[in-house]
């Protein structure tokens, strides 16, 4: 096998599938007893999403309910940034702004290519090329073996693999 091979490690979320588990996570809050009475909504705002309850512990409540709908259309939640995680009063009630992150940032991409680097397979290149990450080898089985290392790998991102060529 004279050519090289590669993939590509990005962090890519579907807005379709956010806003699908938005709305469901809507209508339940909207349908709860727990939630009558109490103010709770959850909604885009621009493009972060924005919870409000009248206390702390609702507007928990409501994220609570909108990572399990993430969870059951296929999104990691580590593409969720809630900042602190704390709610803010504003004025009678709580609000809490959270944002869908996308695209690798540029330490975590440079963490995924140390991983590779140093405990890889000896044959393997990694490349940043904007908000992503190439890895190519010779071997499609140092590839394979890159793949597993990375999925093992800690970090504050979704990953995902395409382009494999």
Do not use: C
Request: glycine share 8%.
């Amino acid at each position: 096998m004279a050519s090289e091979s590669s993939f590509d490690v990005v962090s890519k979320v579907d807005r379709q599938e956010v806003d699908n588990a938005l709305n469901q996570a809507s209508k339940e809050i909207a349908q709860r007893y727990d939630f009558k009475g109490v103010g709770a909504s959850i909604s885009w705002s621009g493009e972060s999403i924005l919870m409000v309850a009248n206390s702390a512990e609702r507007v928990l409540a409501v994220l609570d309910v909108f990572q399990s709908k993430l969870i059951k259309r296929g999104i990691s939640l580590k593409s969720l940034d809630t900042g602190d995680g704390e709610p803010k009063p504003s004025g009678k009630e709580h609000r809490l702004a959270a944002s869908i992150k996308e695209g690798l940032s540029s330490e975590v991409a440079k963490q995924l290519a140390k991983v590779v680097r140093d405990e890889g397979p000896k044959g393997v290149k990694t490349q940043i090329q904007g908000d992503e990450l190439r890895v190519s080898a010779k071997s499609r089985d140092d590839l394979q073996a890159a793949i597993a290392l990375l999925k093992g790998a800690d970090v504050d991102a979704a990953l995902q693999f395409v382009n494999y060529r």
